[in-house]
């Protein structure tokens, strides 16, 4: 019989000949972008050359008494540009909008279901289908004559729920960078991320989650810095996009400074923004209507809004 030790000179031939398909199959060459977290061969989102980090688990938070509102806005206040603002709650649900400011200023262009207006012009009108809890008073109004002292107390406990929420996605362990910092064209599993340099960016093009058949699937976006949405500069807005079960109650950013979320008004923006030092959505002047299927709670800066509706998911 003929066997492969009949014939000692092939050996080496065949040896190389097999460890070079090995090598082609394992992408040796250097491979291509990894569509998921936005590596190539030479690097990984964790920074890792030639391997894919799997991020860690992601754990929804209670956002306690905070949940039932559209905007939070800390301790500095709200303020709406536009005539196309609505808050509003998923499923026909009313949402809420808040803060412990106390200037009368602090609160601009909204009015609530209680008849309760906050300096609203023929040019600045935002509609909150429910209520708005301040610790100041409004321009006119059952709320005009002086501040509500139940009204402040529940703001006061929403801003104790936001900051516990905070703290508990900081707590979070740490996962891959995706994309170096930028999330556009991307596809993201469910988990932790975290930017290795400080800010998350989404510009260039849309981000996709995808939470391959689990609607329990749970995203958290770490960052010490800034969130930036839309782009290259001012124009150019970019979008979340749910995949297969996704949804926007389980997605998180938690954002050390500020959040700017597409300055050129449209697209639509997931999920609920944590945010240290305040959140804005589009720019004045804009007519384009931006969608924020979410929550924009801010711990200390003010919460601006042009032309957005936000759709509040229920918990």
């Given at each position: 019989m003929n066997t492969f030790n009949n014939y000692p000179a092939a050996r080496p031939w065949l040896m190389a000949l097999l460890l070079s398909a090995f090598a082609a199959g394992c992408g040796g060459g250097g491979g291509g972008?990894?569509?998921?977290?936005?590596?190539?061969?030479?690097?990984?989102?964790?920074?890792?050359?030639?391997?894919?980090?799997?991020?860690?688990?992601?754990?929804?938070?209670?956002?306690?008494?905070?949940?039932?509102?559209?905007?939070?806005?800390?301790?500095?206040?709200?303020?709406?540009?536009g005539v196309q603002t609505v808050i509003t709650g998923s499923g026909g649900n009313t949402a809420d909008i808040g803060t412990t400011a106390t200037g009368t200023s602090s609160v601009t262009g909204f009015h609530d279901s209680a008849g309760d207006f906050y300096t609203e012009t023929g040019a600045n009108v935002g509609n909150v289908t429910g209520?708005?809890?301040?610790?100041?008073?409004?321009?006119?109004?059952?709320?005009?004559?002086?501040?509500?002292?139940?009204?402040?107390?529940?703001?006061?406990?929403?801003?104790?729920?936001?900051?516990?929420?905070?703290?508990?996605?900081?707590?979070?362990?740490?996962g891959p960078n995706p994309g170096a910092g930028n999330l556009a064209n991307l596809t993201l599993t469910p988990g932790t991320y975290t930017a290795a340099a400080g800010s998350f960016k989404i510009e260039g093009g849309d981000l996709t989650l995808d939470a391959q058949g689990n609607a329990n699937a749970v995203w958290v976006f770490q960052m010490a810095t800034t969130l930036t949405v839309g782009g290259p500069g001012a124009a150019f807005p970019q979008s979340i996009i749910l995949a297969n079960g996704a949804l926007a109650k389980n997605v998180y950013w938690q954002v050390g400074s500020a959040a700017t979320i597409n300055a050129a008004g449209g697209g639509t923006m997931v999920g609920t923004i944590i945010s240290q030092a305040g959140i804005a959505f589009s720019t004045a002047g804009n007519a384009a209507i931006m969608t924020l299927n979410g929550r924009a709670l801010s711990l200390g800066a003010s919460v601006t809004l042009v032309n957005t509706v936000i759709n509040v998911p229920a918990p």
């Open positions: 972008r990894d569509p998921v977290l936005g590596t190539d061969g030479a690097g990984s989102a964790g920074g890792t050359s030639g391997i894919t980090v799997i991020p860690p688990t992601a754990t929804a938070v209670s956002l306690g008494s905070a949940s039932r509102f559209g905007i939070f806005g800390g301790s500095a206040g709200m303020t709406n540009t209520n708005i809890y301040t610790c100041t008073h409004s321009t006119t109004g059952p709320t005009s004559a002086g501040v509500n002292a139940v009204s402040c107390t529940v703001a006061t406990n929403a801003l104790a729920d936001t900051l516990a929420a905070y703290n508990a996605l900081v707590a979070q362990p740490a």
